[in-house]
């Protein structure tokens, strides 16, 4: 757990941690012994409202994580992008073009697709109907897991569910879709080494 969720979720807190992240705010305190949830040591603690709920170091550490936020926009700002997006489709080899996907048909069924695939209307009889239904399943199967076809798909089905579909009707739209983008790239090059 981060030192600022220990901050936040704190219910005991110990003297030394109490000065160094509150501010004392009572004329006294009972004390028992027990575990300080910021320091994890076992000593004397108290209630975190004697000690101002902790907000002293907990603004402290907001305005550190901002300022750190702040450094990582600004710099990634200023690299530009890893590459746009013409770049990127050229980078994204098909899948399916890699050989990575099997599509295993029975002999039976590779041959009604060899009787039939120019016939689909002509279905007669309810073996044909059955065999059909089986190829046709495991094509739309196919196409549902794959013919998202490129490797950046994840990610942008995760971009639809967090922001909507992918527009650049404005600067904040591209630069967004630039970050998420990068980022996802950067995390799958991160991973193949």
């Not at 936040?8 to 992240?21: F, I, M, N, P, S």
């Not at 076992?42 to 000690?51: A, L, S």
Request: with cysteine; charged share 30%; proline share 3%.
């Amino acid at each position: 757990m981060t030192l600022l969720n220990k901050l936040l979720t704190a219910e005991h807190v110990c003297r030394d941690c109490g000065d160094k992240y509150g501010k004392y705010s009572v004329g006294c305190s009972s004390h028992w012994q027990g575990q300080c949830d910021v320091c994890d040591e076992h000593k004397p603690v108290t209630e975190v409202r004697d000690w101002g709920y902790l907000t002293k170091g907990i603004k402290e550490l907001k305005g550190e994580v901002k300022e750190q936020s702040k450094k990582v926009a600004d710099y990634v700002l200023s690299v530009g992008p890893i590459m746009n997006d013409d770049e990127l489709e050229d980078a994204l080899t098909p899948s399916y073009e890699d050989g990575e996907i099997t599509l295993k048909l029975t002999e039976e069924e590779v041959d009604f697709l060899n009787s039939w695939l120019d016939k689909v209307n002509d279905l007669s009889g309810p073996e044909e109907v059955g065999v059909w239904e089986t190829v046709s399943q495991k094509v739309y199967e196919l196409y549902n897991d794959y013919c998202v076809k490129y490797e950046l798909s994840p990610a942008l089905i995760a971009y639809y569910s967090k922001y909507g579909t992918w527009g650049s009707e404005n600067d904040e739209e591209v630069k967004r879709w630039e970050g998420f983008r990068d980022a996802f790239v950067m995390l799958q090059s991160a991973g193949k080494e």
